[in-house]
């Protein structure tokens, strides 16, 4: 199959006057910004876009016509749980709303997610280091890698974030491209040190061969990203 050229999306959007962001078309996995008719800026893959799904927050607002749920009633499932809420209104499915859990963490969650079943992220954590402490974790070794990650790193959107730096792809210039799942690599092999800096995108076949040779690949990763930022700058 002959792939896209950018000039075709990038027509596509336009005819139904959305304006593309991106500069380049990847594939049709790949999300490309836009900014769409009622001003909204966001992503969509192409394979989204042609199969007729458009502008999130567009859908969000009409659906949320239809059905806007009552704050009440969104509060009050927070405190069944034991959970204090401590935004004022609610806007959205998506939007977070923030809290205090019953042990006292305070985060952010959004309706979407708590109606799926999503709770404190940093309950959940303590609860998998009682699991899976010592000699009962299946990576154990004696304690050389108990450390634990940095607190924003529960933080799917910081996550979320880093591989939009990096354009949602893998980084790794020999990367095989059998593999499309992308995790977020520390190049200093230190899990509380995330640093943007010391963070960058790999597909998860580019993240497991990282973990031999790490002194060369702390040097390889490391002047990519540093490479990276100059071109920002």
């Keep these: 199959m002959r792939k896209l050229?950018?000039?075709?999306?990038?027509e596509r959007f336009e005819k139904e006057n959305y304006i593309l962001l991106n500069t380049e078309y990847i594939n049709s996995r790949s999300k490309l910004?836009?900014?769409?008719?009622?001003?909204?800026?966001?992503?969509?893959?192409?394979?989204?876009?042609?199969?007729?799904?458009?502008?999130?927050?567009?859908?969000?607002?009409?659906?949320?016509?239809?059905?806007?749920?009552?704050?009440?009633?969104?509060?009050?499932?927070?405190?069944n749980e034991g959970y204090i809420v401590l935004t004022?209104?609610?806007?959205?499915?998506?939007?977070?709303?923030?809290?205090?859990?019953?042990?006292?963490?305070?985060h952010s969650i959004s309706?979407?997610?708590?109606?799926?079943?999503?709770?404190?992220?940093?309950?959940?954590?303590?609860?998998?280091?009682?699991l899976f402490t010592g000699n009962y974790h299946p990576n154990w070794k004696g304690g050389i890698s108990c450390e634990p990650y940095c607190d924003v790193w529960l933080d799917k959107d910081f996550k979320q974030s880093i591989k939009d730096r990096d354009g949602n792809r893998c980084l790794n210039p020999d990367c095989f491209g059998n593999i499309h799942r992308l995790s977020v690599h520390h190049i200093d092999y230190n899990k509380k040190n995330c640093d943007p800096s010391n963070l960058i995108t790999l597909c998860t076949s580019c993240n497991s061969r990282a973990?031999?040779?790490?002194?060369?690949?702390?040097?390889?990763?490391k002047a990519i990203i540093e490479k990276r930022m100059i071109r920002r700058n």
């Excluded at 004022?88 to 305070?106: S, V």
């Design 5 to 10: 050229t950018y000039e075709f999306v990038k």
């Design 88 to 106: 004022k209104r609610y806007k959205n499915c998506e939007k977070k709303l923030d809290y205090i859990c019953p042990k006292g963490h305070t």
């Design 111 to 130: 309706w979407h997610n708590w109606k799926n079943g999503w709770r404190c992220p940093f309950c959940h954590y303590e609860k998998l280091s009682i």
């Design 211 to 221: 973990n031999k040779d790490r002194e060369w690949h702390t040097d390889w990763y």
């Design 33 to 79: 910004k836009y900014i769409c008719p009622n001003g909204h800026k966001h992503g969509i893959t192409w394979k989204d876009f042609k199969s007729g799904r458009r502008c999130y927050y567009c859908g969000l607002e009409k659906g949320g016509k239809k059905r806007r749920l009552n704050f009440d009633f969104v509060k009050e499932s927070f405190e």
